[in-house]
């Protein structure tokens, strides 16, 4: 059985990952708030279980397993969240770090029958895809991360990436959420992205607009 510190490393791996790259330790230490050789320790551990694959000097990627059991604490997690906004009306921007603390002591068959309760939903409040019963993730568009936006482009947001309370609370007072429409007005050389929303004109630091995933107005899905 792994303790809850292992899955949240797991679930930290899985998270900051890229195709093909591996994560570096010091990403993950600022990720978790936690010190380098406490991450390296963890990591030791991870790999003595088969769950990850630690280089020194070139970070860490999950196995196969570990990335299984990522999936599953996802599974756990997303659909929490969903139950929390739309069965006790938390606020989208208020459910994640609640979803943390209960991610770890939620049984298969509670997550089965949460997910049954929602309506088999394939994305949580915050637009990440849920993984499903066979721990499979639906199809979803393709996406372009906010930072990444022009001048003049009209956007749908589809996903709010890498997220903490903190961050959450930011967007959803600027009128940031997915499904919302997003104007871009202005793009600075160092990365501020001016955006109009409902809620008015809203300038994001490079850093917070990297976690807002996109599709143009024109593709935009129901």
């Known amino acids: 059985m792994l303790s809850a510190v292992m899955e949240d490393y797991i679930k930290a791996i899985y ?15 600022e990720y978790l708030d936690v010190t380098p050789p406490t991450v390296s ?5 991870l790999e003595e279980r088969g769950l990850a694959d630690h280089e020194k000097y070139k970070g ?3 196995t196969d397993e570990g990335e299984v059991v990522a999936l599953e604490i ?13 069965t006790l009306d938390y606020d989208w921007a208020d459910v994640h770090d609640e979803a943390d603390r209960l991610e770890h002591h939620v049984s298969a068959e509670l997550t089965d029958r949460i997910e049954a309760a929602l ?14 019963r066979e721990l499979e993730l639906p199809e979803s568009d393709s996406t372009r991360r906010l930072d990444g ?13 890498h ?51 996109t599709v143009p107005a024109s593709e935009a899905t129901v």
């Open 15 to 29: 998270t900051l990952e890229e195709p093909d790259e591996r994560v570096a330790t010091s990403a993950l230490a």
């Open 41 to 45: 320790s963890m990591l030791q551990k």
């Open 60 to 62: 860490v990627r999950l």
């Open 74 to 86: 996802l599974r756990h997690h997303r659909l929490l969240e969903s139950f929390l906004t739309e």
């Open 119 to 132: 309506g088999n939903p394939e994305a949580d409040p915050h637009g990440d895809p849920i993984p499903n």
């Open 149 to 161: 936006a022009s001048e003049g482009e009209t956007l749908i947001v589809r996903r709010i990436r």
């Open 163 to 213: 997220q903490g309370d903190e961050e959450l609370r930011y967007l959803a007072d600027a009128g940031v959420e997915p499904g919302e429409r997003l104007d871009v007005l202005g793009v600075a050389p160092f990365g501020m992205v001016t955006v109009a929303t409902d809620a008015g004109e809203q300038s994001l630091p490079q850093e917070i607009a990297r976690l807002i995933e």
